[in-house]
């Protein structure tokens, strides 16, 4: 493990420093453990890592050909996967999530490096046809200074698709990780550091939301934020990001259907409507926690549901269950709350997971739970949980299906299952969502993949080319020369 990851959460230019703050301890989700200690970042402190990225965005950095940059971001995705097995097992650690996700999330993060480095080179501007007389180009340049509040739910992989991109484009960033998850993002930053990133262009200050994260998001110095995180303090990111009138880009949360035709291939569908609720125990923005099911099928499907979920293994995140701990003791009493007054709202309980008796007692487990048959206004179907829950709800037509889908104040991701070819397209338009799945979810995670919500699933893309067109700005010259 890197020498310094369970010390210290300051990068400044180049170098960790001491931390002037107190010290705040890091909980292990499958035990209760404590097991590290991270720094709770300063004010004073966002201020130097301005400051210092500042220094990188107007100096060596800022003036490094993209083809140059490239080559540190391949670099960092090669060391990256060489540290695969090492990130994997922190994250696990860390997050509480099952290894083996833990372990493609490092993998997704050296995929995204490697993208974002072969793309540097290759953003273009253009030329534009004007008036006789003129030469009219455009050039895509960064920021500067791009300031990265991230959750804790996939640290790298978000690291990846956020700082990566930025970086490609020649910003320099300041990265504050979630205070429940900020391991991974000091392992990442002494392995950029190693792959030879220069000093300034990458700073962390890790620490607690309301006073790292707020000095960061109101900071006057920062010229670009990315948000990824909650609706409410979305929110306050992007009324600060409106007193200093900067762009943000907000990915938020999201209540995703996955929409089940009687003609689809339910062999294949079924593993990923469970999955793609219980990965990372349903803490995934992109978690679809609504199934909108056909009437003529919902029984089978629901009972095929229920015993994938009586069959889930939980426990511990190291040994790879198929559901591990949730990120927090607060996390897991939320969780049970939410579900208490959906049972008391009279829902129907389909079935609830059974813990094994081994489970560690001081892990923050709770019991995967199907609802069924609930109400399209119901808060279940409603409010996103950010656990293991999942509601099941039966409709009869396509346009009802439709409309319960876009029934939700979010607008993340969706999934239809349908062996029509024709329906496929109409649904692929009407369901007001940034990603639509077609008998599939998710697509394996999809570096290449735009991604971003409407509504209160926020606004702006990131992840494939449009996060290169976010993380830079376009300046148009227009040159007369008779
Ligand atoms: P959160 O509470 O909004 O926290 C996200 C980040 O913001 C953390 O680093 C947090 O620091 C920081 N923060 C908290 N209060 C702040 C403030 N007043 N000013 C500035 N920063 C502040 O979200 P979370 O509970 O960690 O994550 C769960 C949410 O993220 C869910 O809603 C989920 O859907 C969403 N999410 C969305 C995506 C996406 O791509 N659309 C991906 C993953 C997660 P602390 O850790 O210290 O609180
Ligand atoms: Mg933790």
């Known amino acids: 493990m890197p020498t310094n990851v369970a010390s210290s959460g300051i990068f400044l230019d180049g170098d960790w420093?001491?931390?002037?703050?107190?010290?705040?301890?890091?909980?292990?989700?499958?035990?209760?453990?404590?097991?590290?200690?991270?720094?709770?970042?300063?004010?004073?402190e966002i201020d130097a890592a301005v400051a210092a990225a500042r220094r990188a965005a107007d100096g060596a950095w800022g003036r490094m050909t993209a083809v140059e940059r490239g080559r540190i971001l391949r670099r960092i995705s090669d060391l990256l996967l060489e540290n695969v097995a090492m990130l994997a097992e922190l994250e696990s650690r860390d997050v509480g999530k099952p290894l083996s996700q833990a372990k493609a999330d490092a993998e997704a993060i050296a995929r995204y490096f490697e993208f974002y480095a072969g793309a540097t080179d290759k953003i273009h501007g253009e030329t534009i046809p004007y008036q006789d007389g003129y030469t009219v180009y455009t050039l895509r340049?960064?920021?500067?200074?791009?300031?990265?509040?991230?959750?804790?739910?996939?640290?790298?992989?978000?690291?990846?698709?956020?700082?990566?991109?930025?970086?490609?484009?020649?910003?320099?960033?300041?990265?504050?990780?979630?205070?429940?998850?900020?391991?991974?993002?000091?392992?990442?930053?002494?392995?950029?550091?190693?792959?030879?990133?220069?000093?300034?262009?990458?700073?962390?200050?890790?620490?607690?939301?309301?006073?790292?994260?707020?000095?960061?998001?109101?900071?006057?110095?920062?010229?670009?934020?990315?948000?990824?995180?909650?609706?409410?303090?979305?929110?306050?990111?992007?009324?600060?990001?409106?007193?200093?009138?900067?762009?943000?880009?907000?990915?938020?949360?999201?209540?995703?259907?996955?929409?089940?035709?009687?003609?689809?291939?339910?062999?294949?569908?079924?593993?990923?409507?469970?999955?793609?609720?219980?990965?990372?125990?349903?803490?995934?923005?992109?978690?679809?926690?609504?199934?909108?099911?056909?009437?003529?099928?919902?029984?089978?499907?629901?009972?095929?549901?229920?015993?994938?979920?009586?069959?889930?293994?939980?426990?511990?995140?190291?040994?790879?269950?198929?559901?591990?701990?949730?990120?927090?003791?607060?996390?897991?009493?939320?969780?049970?709350?939410?579900?208490?007054?959906?049972?008391?709202?009279?829902?129907?309980?389909?079935?609830?997971?059974?813990?094994?008796?081994?489970?560690?007692?001081?892990?923050?487990?709770?019991?995967?739970?199907?609802?069924?048959?609930?109400?399209g206004l119901d808060p279940l179907a409603q409010d996103e949980i950010f656990g293991p829950v999942q509601i099941a709800m039966p409709f009869d037509t396509e346009d009802e299906a439709v409309s319960i889908a876009n029934g939700t104040d979010f607008g993340l991701v969706a999934g239809v299952w349908t062996r029509d070819g024709a329906r496929q397209m109409r649904l692929a338009k009407s369901i007001r969502s940034g990603q639509i799945f077609v008998n599939n979810y998710g697509a394996g995670g999809g570096v290449e993949l735009p991604f971003g919500g409407i509504g209160k699933s926020g606004h702006g893309r990131e992840k494939g080319f449009e996060a290169l067109y976010g993380f830079s700005v376009l300046k148009t010259i227009a040159a007369y020369h008779g």
């Open 17 to 44: 420093v001491d931390p002037q703050g107190e010290m705040l301890q890091v909980q292990d989700p499958s035990t209760g453990d404590v097991f590290a200690e991270i720094a709770n970042g300063t004010p004073a």
């Open 141 to 375: 340049e960064p920021h500067g200074v791009t300031a990265h509040i991230i959750p804790w739910n996939y640290p790298l992989q978000i690291i990846g698709r956020s700082v990566g991109a930025a970086l490609a484009m020649g910003n320099a960033a300041v990265l504050k990780p979630a205070e429940e998850a900020s391991l991974s993002s000091l392992a990442f930053t002494e392995i950029a550091c190693e792959a030879g990133l220069p000093a300034g262009a990458l700073n962390v200050v890790t620490g607690i939301g309301e006073s790292a994260g707020a000095a960061l998001a109101s900071h006057a110095g920062v010229d670009h934020i990315s948000f990824t995180g909650s609706v409410s303090v979305g929110r306050l990111i992007q009324a600060s990001a409106a007193e200093n009138v900067v762009p943000v880009t907000l990915e938020l949360g999201g209540k995703s259907p996955q929409i089940v035709f009687d003609d689809a291939d339910l062999d294949a569908a079924m593993p990923f409507l469970l999955r793609a609720g219980i990965q990372n125990a349903g803490q995934t923005c992109s978690a679809a926690s609504r199934i909108l099911i056909q009437r003529t099928i919902y029984d089978e499907v629901v009972d095929r549901l229920a015993s994938a979920y009586d069959n889930l293994r939980i426990g511990p995140a190291p040994t790879d269950p198929d559901v591990g701990p949730l990120i927090s003791a607060q996390q897991k009493m939320l969780v049970e709350r939410l579900v208490k007054e959906g049972e008391g709202r009279g829902n129907q309980v389909v079935t609830k997971s059974p813990l094994n008796a081994d489970v560690p007692a001081n892990g923050f487990y709770v019991r995967p739970t199907l609802f069924g048959n609930v109400g």
